[in-house]
């Protein structure tokens, strides 16, 4: 379609020129209008046919990102050219960085990173509920927009809002980190791998009181023996402590081996893994 029109244009101005050169002194030519095309909207039904809900990977937690999923129920396939996610637990706009198509009777995610988190009553006084704005164009070039409240079937957004504002509660007593070297022991003979790493708490200077009396297990590391967690009794009250975590494979891969790649991951310190 551009192709052709670019050659029509060009065609026209050398005809224009052309006749300006033959015309006698004193003559005008007239310039050429250009057509106005008007592109219609998406029809009503299109629109109605599009379901928004959230949803989170599991590797994006730690990250806060989320997922706008788009159920295109329509007849019409249609592209989702940008997604944008508001809710009163976080700041600001969460806006996808891509497009993405989302072919008639199939659903597609958008990842969004949400803002900083609004805790001590902050989301109360920002107001409002969820809502998504869906910025959609079809094959044809007809665009429309969708707005609505998105289904959250999993509470993914209250989850992660009670997970930003304990985190920020026990920030404020205390600094727990993991550290970065996790030892990994040889099972040799067919044995169960095994690992461990050390989990740290130091005391923030005039905060308050925390105490880890529980770190859980995640979908990938387990403690040793297949216990659900790991108990501890870990207090700033008495200053720096730091304890050894060993744990062993949830799983087992498809070749019988741990059903992680590349080092054990699962752990997380500011992810809500840590009961206090």
Same mark, same amino acid.
């Given at each position: 379609?551009?192709?052709?029109?670019?050659?029509?244009?060009?065609?026209?101005?050398? +005809?224009?020129?052309?006749?300006?050169?033959?015309?006698?002194?004193?003559?005008?030519?007239? @310039?050429?209008?250009?057509?106005?095309?008007?592109?219609?909207?998406?029809?009503? #039904?299109?629109?109605? =046919?599009?379901?928004?809900?959230? %949803?989170?990977?599991?590797?994006?937690?730690?990250?806060?990102?989320?997922? +706008?999923?788009?159920?295109?129920?329509?007849?019409?396939?249609?592209?989702?050219?940008?997604?944008?996610?508001?809710?009163?637990?976080?700041?600001?706009?969460?806006?996808?960085?891509?497009?993405?198509?989302?072919?008639?009777?199939?659903?597609?995610? $958008?990842?969004?990173?949400?803002?900083?988190?609004?805790?001590?009553?902050?989301?109360?006084?920002?107001? =409002?509920?969820?809502?998504?704005? $869906? #910025?959609?164009?079809?094959?044809?070039?007809?665009?429309?927009?969708?707005?609505?409240?998105?289904?959250?079937?999993? &509470?993914? $957004?209250?989850?992660?809002?009670?997970? #930003?504002?304990?985190? /920020?509660?026990?920030?404020?007593?205390?600094?727990?980190?993991?550290?970065?070297?996790?030892?990994? !022991?040889?099972? !040799?003979?067919?044995?169960?791998?095994?690992?461990?790493?050390?989990?740290?708490? @130091?005391?923030? *200077?005039?905060?308050?009181?925390?105490?880890?009396?529980?770190?859980?297990?995640?979908? $990938?590391?387990?403690?040793?023996? &297949?216990? /659900?967690?790991?108990?501890?009794?870990?207090?700033?009250? %008495? &200053?720096?402590? @730091?304890?050894?975590?060993?744990?062993?494979?949830?799983?087992?891969?498809?070749? =019988?081996? *741990?059903?992680?790649?590349?080092?054990?991951?699962?752990?997380?310190?500011?992810?809500?893994?840590?009961?206090?």
């Amino acid at each position: 379609m551009h192709a052709r029109a670019v050659r029509f244009v060009v065609g026209v101005a050398a +005809v224009t020129a052309a006749a300006a050169a033959c015309a006698p002194a004193g003559t005008s030519v007239d @310039e050429p209008t250009a057509a106005a095309t008007t592109v219609a909207p998406l029809e009503d #039904d299109v629109l109605g =046919g599009i379901a928004v809900s959230v %949803a989170q990977a599991r590797l994006d937690r730690e990250r806060r990102v989320v997922q +706008v999923r788009v159920a295109n129920g329509s007849a019409v396939d249609v592209t989702v050219v940008e997604a944008r996610l508001t809710t009163p637990g976080a700041a600001g706009v969460a806006i996808s960085t891509r497009g993405r198509a989302v072919r008639s009777g199939v659903d597609r995610d $958008l990842s969004v990173a949400l803002g900083a988190p609004r805790c001590d009553g902050a989301a109360a006084a920002a107001g =409002g509920t969820t809502a998504v704005e $869906l #910025d959609l164009v079809d094959d044809d070039g007809r665009t429309g927009a969708w707005r609505g409240t998105p289904d959250d079937p999993n &509470g993914v $957004l209250a989850r992660i809002h009670r997970e #930003d504002c304990a985190a /920020a509660a026990v920030a404020s007593g205390a600094r727990l980190s993991l550290d970065p070297h996790v030892t990994v !022991g040889d099972p !040799g003979g067919g044995g169960r791998l095994t690992g461990s790493v050390t989990l740290r708490l @130091e005391p923030v *200077p005039g905060g308050p009181r925390v105490e880890v009396v529980r770190v859980d297990g995640t979908t $990938l590391l387990t403690p040793l023996g &297949g216990a /659900a967690s790991w108990p501890l009794a870990l207090d700033s009250a %008495a &200053g720096s402590a @730091e304890v050894t975590l060993t744990f062993e494979p949830a799983r087992r891969g498809p070749d =019988g081996g *741990p059903g992680w790649t590349n080092g054990p991951r699962g752990l997380s310190v500011a992810g809500g893994r840590i009961a206090v």
